[in-house]
């Protein structure tokens, strides 16, 4: 079977083709290089720039896997949450295929994208444990299949990812800042600046990284001259090490609580944009191997949104029977877990 996915929630424009044998055929991903200039993403930027460019990308990646419209099964699309008017463009491109060419629609939740990537590219059993983690959203979740998920842990306020990019913003680095902060701590003394680790002693799962991110504008203000190019590794080395120590204090929680109800899983899955620092992916490894878990991350290109990861999710709803009426609304807002809100 053969499904093309489309993405569009953020400033990624990204279309795919996947197989139900886990073959991915094409995946065509236009960055937005319009927010630079701003330093974080312009939502009515970012709508214009998927309008301006979706139907070339949707186009690339059925030329790049050699079909057309008529070979595919099924339209995925991620239709939230997100920028609503990127949801929107993508949305309704799917839509509009599905009409013309008679094929079933599949509204993917852009969450459940991350949540499913891992399974893509290795054989990961449900249940298994997972940390999703990007510029928007950063959440413990137990996966328990298609369309299941129980949330153990979310942030109380900023996502790891958005601390990264402000951190990013503070120390003049660019847009977007989680590669830039991971390259600037490789030379940093993570020890030269004394910050807080969150919520690191407190029971549960929440994570929170305001208050991390109010230190180290503390820490930028307090220098007399401007910051040294050492000086900004010391204070991105410190930062990083801090947001690492508070994500795997909160899934050691998190594992606890898992294995309570799971005892018989093995995995611990990382997926979203944060998923691609490498220092993570390290530390992840080596806590799961201490807690006996098998550990699994997608490939660098797949961590960060991309159409194969929407592709993969609308062939796993496809196979489960999950279709969506072309009457299905996009959404700002839609957490994975039905019983929590935000």
Known sequence: MLVLGIESSCDE?????????????????????????????????????????????VDKALRDANVSFEDLDAIAASAGPGLIGGVIVGVMTAKAICAVHGKPFVAVNHLEAHALTARLNNDVDFPYLLLLTSGGHCQILAVEGVGKYHRLGATIDDAA?????????????????????????RSGDDGRFDLPRPMIDKAGCDMSFSGLKTAVRRVVENFEAPLSEQDKADVCACFQRAVLESLTARLKNGIRLFKKDFPQAKSLVVGGGVAANGALREALQALAARRKLDFYAPPMNLCTDNGAMVAWAGMERFKAGLTDSLDFSPRPRWPLDPSTKR
């Open 13 to 57: 424009t990204a279309a795919a083709v996947v197989t139900d044998k886990k073959e991915l055929l094409s995946s065509v991903v236009y960055s937005q290089q319009e927010h630079k200039a701003f330093g974080g993403v312009v939502p009515e930027v970012a709508a214009r720039a998927h309008l301006d460019k979706v139907d070339f990308i």
């Open 161 to 185: 990812g958005e601390a990264f990019d402000k951190v990013a913003k503070m120390l003049g680095l660019g847009y977007p800042g989680g590669p830039l902060v991971e390259k600037y701590a």
